[in-house]
């Protein structure tokens, strides 16, 4: 009686406290994206229009064009991105049986390891370490696209494998003793029925790497060179919007750079959000097409 | 419980003691309040910063605001009353001392030094090779009689102070070439050229040690000493203007800058001093 009695109630207010607290966040968090795109627009009309999406930056000569960034954040994003991405892959399944048991716990303890590394460390090393190796074994300065891409890749593996691996440990547990019995050896289960049934999450682990990859800023800033042009080779120097938005900001000054700051800002945002749409979109549509 | 009060009641006591000991030019904010605006030059904001910093820990009660713009922005702010004090990275245009009435006061040299990997021959470099370089003219060291091997440009993002004065004094209007990797301090700058030996950058002049190389320009060496006496020409002078004589908390922030505690501010910012009333 007093449990039934009860229940309701309880539920009622859950709930109503849980829905006041997701209205809130739900509306700070609109109010500060609803901001950064007004910012970005108002930057585009103040900024004469076009002027901003231009590919000449040259504030002596008035001019403020952010399109050669825009290349760079792209490109510096989908490469690492796709090392990053299959490296996670690669690491998952051999958390998952692929690997010899002691081997799967020496890197699942690398990459818990590697989750607490802070990014500036891995940026401090690079400078140190990969820089001169690719400066004296490729030639250029050492501070470019591929030192950028392979340290932003490295970066992002720890958080995408464990993305994976949640979902693929789990759908591995519920399907093992099917797989077994229809005689799959445990590769054919990991490879044929696990991954199949967790695209979803490997999806959305990429979707994940790629808002990181594009929007980590420091990274870009140590390694990537800065220089302001498009991108051609993986040995060119490149400045990315972040790096971009972090080097101007340290010299706090108005007018037109302070207005390309503002539409790298809204640029960054509006990618992010444009990558977990299209993600969302082709989970549903993979799941649609799987019932 | 009363011991505890005791010794708290001393350490507070001891504390006061401190701090007024080691704060005795800071003794001239002690009765003074109110709001001190200032703005422009942003090769001026470290040194701004910290004297603010050590003047408000001081006095609470006084507030000092430090914003950058550049040199236009702070001779407009303190000509239209909008700041206390405009800083500029260039003296001041007649046309600008007439038209608000200010008055000026050079703190500090700021000096930039090219430098290269100690282990690159070229250790001198006429202005117009710096030039040739830097547009994109020049891209082997081959052809400035060092080992050949292509020559890889470092500079400093916009707004940065120190590229102001490379810009200004050495490179004039010529257009840089978009293959310079920008760093965005002199320390970052430091550690590329220290690592790279085929690198040209350039840090301020209070930078300089063995781990880098400084350039001469036409036989011109980089140094403190030179920077001071003149000999040095890739210098310019860091003012603090006021509209009229300044009075109150602006003149004494002022005489805070000109004293023992703000040159070693303006030391450990990479600056030379100037005494107060000198040029």
């Known amino acids: ?291 | 419980m009363k011991s505890l009060r005791k010794l708290s009641c001393l350490f507070v006591f001891l504390l006061a003691v401190a701090s007024s000991v080691s704060a005795a030019p800071l003794d001239a904010f002690k009765d003074l309040e109110g709001t001190l605006d200032i703005a422009g030059g942003t090769a001026h904001i470290p040194v701004m910063t910290q004297a603010a910093q050590d003047i408000m820990t001081f006095n609470p009660k006084i507030r000092i605001t430090v914003a950058g713009g550049g040199s236009g922005v702070g001779v407009k702010q303190v000509g239209e009353g909008l700041a206390g004090i405009g800083n500029t990275g260039r003296p001041l245009k007649p046309a600008e001392v007439e038209k608000y009435g200010l008055v000026t006061f050079p703190f500090a040299i700021d000096g930039v030094a090219l430098a290269v990997h100690p282990a690159n021959p070229v250790k001198a470099l006429t202005k117009e090779q710096v030039v040739a370089i830097y547009s994109g003219a020049v891209t082997d060291w081959k052809d400035l009689g060092g080992e050949p091997g292509a020559i890889n440009l470092y500079g400093r993002e916009d707004g940065s102070g120190t590229r102001e004065t490379f810009t200004d004094k050495l490179l004039g209007k010529a257009e840089l070439a978009p293959t310079v990797n920008v760093v965005n301090s002199n320390g970052a700058m430091k550690t590329a050229i220290a690592q790279d030996k085929r690198a040209i950058g350039y840090v301020g002049i209070g930078h300089l040690d063995s781990s880098i190389a400084g350039v001469a320009i036409d036989g011109h060496v980089p140094s403190q000493e030179n920077a001071a006496s003149g000999d040095y020409p890739v210098v310019r002078d860091l003012f603090m203007n006021t509209k009229g004589e300044p009075t109150g908390l602006t003149a004494a922030f002022i005489d805070y800058i000109y004293s023992e505690p703000g040159a070693k501010i303006i030391e450990k910012s990479g600056y030379i001093p100037i005494p107060k009333g000198k040029k």
């Not at chain 1, 890197?107 to 090393?125: D, E, I, R, S, W």
């Not at chain 1, 820089?131 to 501070?143: E, K, S």
């Not at chain 1, 990991?190 to 929007?215: F, K, Y």
């Open chain 1, 1 to 291: 009686m007093s449990l039934t009695g009860r229940k309701p109630s309880e539920g009622a207010r859950g709930p109503l406290l849980l829905r006041a607290l997701a209205l809130s966040v739900s509306g700070l968090l609109g109010t500060v994206i609803a901001f950064i795109l007004l910012s970005g627009v108002e930057a585009l009309v103040r900024g004469q229009g076009l002027g901003l999406l231009g590919a000449a930056w040259n504030p002596a000569g008035g001019k403020f064009g952010i399109l050669t960034m825009i290349q760079c954040s792209l490109l510096l994003a989908f490469s690492s991105l796709c090392l990053g991405w299959f490296l996670s892959l690669g690491c998952c399944c051999a958390l998952n049986g692929l690997a010899p048991r002691w081997a799967a716990r020496g890197l699942l303890g690398l990459l818990t390891m590697m989750t607490a590394v802070p990014t500036v460390v891995y940026g401090f090393a690079a400078v140190f370490l990969l820089v001169p190796l690719i400066r004296d074994a490729l030639g250029g300065t050492g501070f470019c696209w591929l030192t950028a891409g392979l340290l932003l890749a490295l970066q992002g593996v720890p958080t995408m494998t464990f993305v994976m691996d949640g979902a693929v440990r789990s759908l591995a547990a519920e399907t093992r003793l099917t797989a077994t019995a229809l005689g799959l050896s445990p590769v054919q289960h990991l490879s044929r029925v696990v991954l199949p049934l967790a695209s979803r999450s490997l999806l959305s682990a990429a979707v994940l790497g790629l808002g990181r990859a594009v929007g980590d800023a420091l990274l870009p800033t140590m390694l990537a060179g800065n220089a302001i042009r498009f991108a051609h080779s993986p040995l060119d120097s490149m400045r990315t919007l972040t790096a971009h938005i972090s080097l101007v900001l340290s010299s706090d000054i108005g007018g037109g750079e302070h207005l390309s700051l503002l539409l790298a800002g809204a640029l960054l945002l509006t990618f992010c959000a444009v990558f977990s749409l299209l993600a969302r979109r082709l989970s549903q549509r993979a799941r649609g097409a799987r019932l």
